[in-house]
């Protein structure tokens, strides 16, 4: 993992994560596998909750775990595609 | 001086259609970088597509009032009525276009910038403004500063196709060094008309490698 991501490519190894992990994922999970400070990871969370990217669930014992949306698979599809676009207008920040 | 009395007769009417075709791209540009921006949140993608809405505008003003200046030239009315109404349409056409472009260049020069402090914008859009609008010579101003702009633009895509060596940032590095050399153009079409024409065709190779570029981009 590169050590300078921009948002884009941290929010496609997020998505990548959870997808990976079969969809149902603890946040602590998240942060390492994505490498991310606390911060940082509510922060993300927040947004890709927003986003309607993933969807927030917690089980019995009231453990929160996250799950990708069709909008979330959706972006992991086009991510390229994406990634294409900027890179070709040096878009990254 | 006006873009109507730099363009050649026979040229009438081709401007229309090519100034309609570089709105449709642009505008197509601008959709798809605000579409990256609602999902990356990145200011880059932001300045992007405001820079090429507002690109895709001046086109859109650009080809109405041109298409409105040659109708006018073709009623059945008196020659002076006809001249008076084309001096104005010709005009309002410029006017609209310039600004609209010449704010659309300075977003984009912006966004190679890579800063995001509002003030450094502010002062770019002011400063603009200012050049283009006080005293007198708009006309010879706007394409000078399109020109300078489109020139420091084309050197930030070079750069960034060098970084990268990505096939596809040669493409716009290329288009945009060839909006550059369109400018300069119509720039000096204020000798000779033909090169107002040429300034165009310019244009036209320019937005077809962007559109080229987005076809490659969503072929994946």
Not at chain 2, 17 to 27: H, P, W, Y
């Amino acid at each position: 993992m590169s050590s300078k991501r921009d948002r884009l490519e941290i929010i496609n190894d997020m998505l990548s994560i959870i997808r990976d992990k079969g969809d149902r994922i603890k946040p602590t999970q998240i942060m390492y596998k994505a490498n991310l400070s606390h911060q940082m990871l509510n922060d993300y969370m927040a947004e890709l909750i927003t986003k309607e990217f993933i969807i927030e669930k917690k089980d019995k014992a009231g453990k929160r775990t996250y799950t990708l949306t069709d909008k979330g698979y959706n972006f992991l599809k086009d991510y390229q595609m994406i990634r294409n676009f900027m890179q070709s207008y040096g878009l990254s920040e | 001086m006006t873009t109507g009395y730099l363009s050649p007769t026979w040229f009438y009417g081709y401007d229309v259609v090519l100034e309609f075709i570089f709105a449709i791209i642009a505008f197509t540009i601008a959709g798809f970088a605000w579409r990256i921006y609602r999902i990356s949140s990145q200011d880059s993608a932001k300045y992007l597509s405001l820079s090429f809405l507002l690109i895709s505008l001046s086109y859109i003003a650009q080809s109405v009032f041109n298409l409105l200046f040659i109708s006018k030239l073709n009623e059945n009315i008196s020659v002076t009525s006809k001249i008076s109404w084309a001096i104005i349409l010709d005009q309002l056409g410029f006017y609209f276009h310039m600004i609209l472009f010449i704010l659309g260049l300075a977003v984009l020069l912006f966004m190679t910038f890579k800063t995001t402090k509002e003030r450094s914008f502010l002062i770019l859009i002011a400063l603009t403004l200012v050049a283009l609008l006080v005293y007198e010579s708009i006309f010879f101003k706007y394409y000078l500063l399109a020109s300078i702009y489109l020139g420091f633009i084309a050197w930030y895509f070079i750069e960034n196709f060098i970084a990268s060596k990505n096939p596809k940032a040669f493409l716009i590095s290329l288009a945009f060094t060839l909006l550059f050399f369109g400018y300069f153009n119509f720039f000096l079409a204020i000798n000779n008309e033909m090169f107002y024409a040429v300034g165009h065709f310019l244009e036209l190779a320019a937005y077809v490698l962007i559109l080229v570029n987005f076809y490659l981009v969503l072929k994946k």
